[in-house]
């Protein structure tokens, strides 16, 4: 480095030049000290006999220039000019990082709708954006390594030195810490809304602009060390054992503050009480909520930023060392638990989550009441129940509230010893209602699913039928692999055979007949099927790899000839199934079976029996049916079938006959082609209301006059998805279950009589699944297919019964 060299150069320079001058100084002090001394020889010893005691001669200065370490020197004066260009690049790279950060991931970040009550005011905002976030670099502070500076500013310390200073220790846990201040944001148009839980029941909506200012975000960083080269391992253990570690900078903790903010109702002049009654309302939430929202947003996309500054710092990590005095090997280790890139958390920073059921019909919670918690726990959210509407209104997994605990009900806390309270509040009929979650923790799901397993009956007897139903394929001896026909009439036996998929061997491909359309000795066994797999001719196997079952086979019944009798054939079930799929309406006939597809089919990874990863059959997923696509609730009342009153709807009519029974009903449903179904569903009173609660049925006095109606088309009974049940009133038709249905996939694959559940997907309209595929990347495979063409074959192989034929020898009395 020339910088390095010229300073150097310049260093010794002046030591010569020290040299030169204390030579000359020494000489004439020595005269100045000898003319004193002949003149005032009272006077005491001269200046040189002063310095000499001191050492100072220049014997001593050379030995000193002598001891100097010149690598040493070169070393410290390359350190003193690149750790000041290292600082500077430092604090410039990561206050670049972090604004970048900032400005990609808040200001396009969604924020969910908002939702709470506050004294019996349920409110809702949405369309609320983080757009008009707003930043400096000038405002990000940077503390890297005990280095403290303005990320947009020139890095100088208090004694004009162009460095800053650093503090005497450094944590490890807090190496980075980047502070951003005066932060501002603007919510404009957001949509508001709000209902009054009391008299008088009053409503009303609207947008609003917000205003936020003198936000701060502060992001602490802990430096960790992880395995860079493994190297060898222990043989035993797996364990390294003489690994190569690096640097690794990981989240450690984040938070955000809002010091002010102003919440604007347009068009407020006009309802004024309002537009006060709203802000007060909404002000301090909100402001907790956008908090939140920003804190849960950091350490999802954290992972980002930890990845740039990781890269970032990579040149410098011996000069960060170095500065905060601390050593690889003394750095903790990092742990699966430790933020390095993004991850899923709960709704909110706590797992808090707040939901809001405005429609008359049941809430649609599963509940635990018997918890050893003493806390009412949800089990699920189930399908078709106005629970799991308002969860994906919200953007949020229904599924994620499984195990959650109800912690309030329209604002009022409940204790434990309160819960016979809190199961009151939920079966209270009015609306909106509001509750508020705490998400079930995995640990804490984990045990809830264990409670509600113990307590589900009949799983003894659905592992017999499962063990049954594999009873053929866990049977792996050649007598009950292989079904012997014997051939005794001369002639043609009657046989088309092809080769197998994986030319193992032939498959039946068909029968022939004689001239006059009478059927061959093969088919009139009655024993043989299609696409059976010949295994043994006389008793001699017939299988073999790259087609030299298939050619063995030919060989021998060539020498059998059509005299050679009796003639014995083996046969086996195949393993390879070919199952074809074809939307209906493809072909331009029919426009019905929308509903469904690949999406039924629930793929998994499994090992085989040689350890090759594949994707296997575990099971299907049901489809939404028209109910529940329709957004029927449980608590809807049926009012008609392809115009026809039944229940709530024969009262709209004078004069009308009484409501068919429930069994009428269903026959109805059965008989009916297409459906067009409408329902019924209450709707909020002007007053409070004064009917009993219900959980399964409708009110007692439905008031069909006033009460919302909607329709849904189905195909049949089938397509429809829902189980209805008498209302309390004797008469009306109330949806008591939505439940998914049976899709077109997963009813051509029970149509097959085929055991496929557990066998290996192994081709996708004929082309092999390659071995790297995951069962997400199979299915979309399958979807795009069925998408463009409206049709598609999967291939399925059962390994455990094609293992069981590879192993396969010859029968007993064979001849070759």
């Known amino acids: 480095d020339e910088e390095v060299a010229a300073r150097s150069g310049g260093l010794i320079v002046k030591a010569e030049s020290l040299l030169d001058n204390f030579e000359a100084a020494s000489a004439r002090l020595g005269e100045a000290g000898n003319a004193a001394s002949r003149g005032r020889n009272r006077a005491g010893p001269g200046i040189m006999d002063a310095v000499a005691k001191a050492g100072i001669t220049k014997d001593a200065v050379m030995k000193g220039v002598e001891g100097l370490d010149v690598d040493k020197l070169l070393d410290d004066t390359k350190s003193a000019v690149t750790d000041e260009a290292a600082r500077r690049e430092l604090i410039s790279g990561a206050g670049d990082a972090a604004l970048d950060f900032l400005l990609k991931i808040l200001p396009s970040m969604p924020v969910p709708p908002f ?39 020139k890095v100088v310390n208090g004694n004009g030195n162009n460095f800053p200073q650093s503090r005497m220790a450094v944590k490890a846990s807090e190496l980075l810490v980047i502070d951003v201040r005066n932060i501002s944001a603007t919510l404009d148009d957001a949509e508001w809304s709000f209902e009054q839980t009391y008299m008088p029941y009053l409503r009303g909506s609207g947008k609003a602009n917000t205003r936020l200012w003198d936000g701060a975000i502060r992001l602490k960083f802990e430096l960790r060390r992880r395995i860079l080269n493994a190297g060898e391992t222990d043989p035993v253990t797996g364990i390294p054992l003489n690994p190569t570690w690096e640097p690794v900078l990981c989240l450690n903790d984040r938070s955000c503050t809002i010091g002010g903010i102003e919440l604007t109702i347009q068009g407020a002049s006009r309802i004024a009480w309002v537009a006060n009654k709203l802000v007060s309302a909404l002000k301090n939430p909100l402001r907790d909520y956008v908090v939140s929202v920003i804190v849960n947003a950091l350490k999802t996309h954290s992972g980002w930023l930890v990845d740039v500054l990781n890269r970032n710092l990579s040149p410098y990590w011996d000069f960060v060392l170095r500065t905060a005095k601390l050593e690889l090997n003394d750095l903790p280790k990092l742990a699966r638990h430790h933020v390095v890139e993004a991850e899923k958390v709960p709704a909110d920073a706590e797992g808090m989550v707040e939901l809001v ?40 997994d229904p599924d994620s509230f499984k195990g959650a ?23 209270d009929p009015a609306r909106p209602k509001t509750i508020l979650f705490k998400l079930a923790s995995a640990d804490e799901l984990e045990r809830i699913e264990g409670v509600m397993e113990k307590g589900k009956s009949g799983g003894a007897s659905r592992k017999g039928e499962d063990k049954a139903a594999g009873k053929e394929r866990e049977d792996g001896s050649d007598a009950n692999l292989v079904m012997v026909v014997e051939i005794a009439d ?52 017939v299988l073999g790899p790259d087609g030299a079952g298939g050619r063995r086979a030919l060989e021998l019944l060539e020498r059998a000839g059509p005299t050679r009798r009796p003639l014995r054939l083996g046969f086996a079930k195949p393993y390879l199934h070919h199952v074809s799929f074809e939307r209906p309406g493809s072909d331009g006939v029919s426009e019905g079976g929308s509903f469904g597809g690949p999406e039924e089919l629930v793929l998994a990874e499994a090992k085989s029996a040689n350890n090759d990863v594949g994707i296997v059959l575990k099971g299907y997923a049901s489809v939404e049916g028209a109910a529940e696509a329709g957004g029927v609730f449980v608590g809807d009342n049926l009012a008609f079938i392809n115009g026809i009153p039944v229940g709530a709807g024969c009262r709209l009519f004078d004069g009308s006959s009484p409501s068919p029974k429930l069994g009428e009903v269903i026959q109805m449903l059965k008989q009916y082609s297409p459906l067009a179904l409408t329902f019924a569903r209450a709707q909020a009173k002007s007053k409070a209301s004064t009917m009993k609660s219900y959980l399964i049925s409708s009110p007692l006095s439905l008031d069909i006059e006033l009460a919302y109606t909607f329709s849904i088309p189905a195909e049949n009974h089938d397509h429809l998805g829902c189980r209805f049940v008498t209302g309390m009133n004797g008469s009306d038709v109330v949806v008591e279950s939505v439940s998914g249905v049976e899709g077109p996939f997963q009813r051509r694959m029970r149509e097959t009589g085929l055991p496929l559940l557990g066998c ?45 034929l590879r192993e396969m020898k010859s029968l007993n009395g064979s001849s070759s």
């Open 490 to 541: 001369q002639g043609d036996i009657g046989l088309r055979l092809a080769a197998a998929g994986d030319d193992f061997g032939l498959v039946v491909n068909g029968f022939l007949r004689d001239p006059s359309g009478r059927p061959l000795p093969a088919e009139r066994t009655g024993r043989i099927r299609k696409n059976d797999l010949l295994s043994h001719v006389d008793g001699t196997l």
């Open 405 to 427: 605990t109800i912690t309030s009900v329209n604002g009022r806390r409940y204790g434990p010893e309160q819960q016979v309270d809190l199961f009151a509040a939920l079966k």
């Open 357 to 396: 059921w405005r429609e008359r019909v049941p809430l649609g919670l599963n509940i635990l009441t018997n918890d050893e918690s003493g806390y009412l726990k949800i089990i699920d959210f189930p399908r078709g129940t106005q629970a799991r509407k308002v969860a994906s209104e919200k953007r949020l």
């Open 115 to 153: 939702d709470g009550v506050r004294e019996g005011l349920v409110y809702h905002l949405s369309n609320l954006s983080m757009a008009g976030f707003r930043m400096k670099k000038e405002d990000i502070y940077i503390e890297i390594a005990g280095i403290k500076a303005a990320a947009g500013r």
């Open 760 to 804: 290996r997907l192994e081709a996708v309209d004929g082309e092999a699944v390659p071995s790297y595929v995951n069962p997400r990347m199979a299915v979309n495979a399958v979807k795009r297919r069925w998408a463009a063409d409206g049709r598609v074959e999967l291939t399925f192989c059962d390994e455990r019964h094609r293992n069981a």
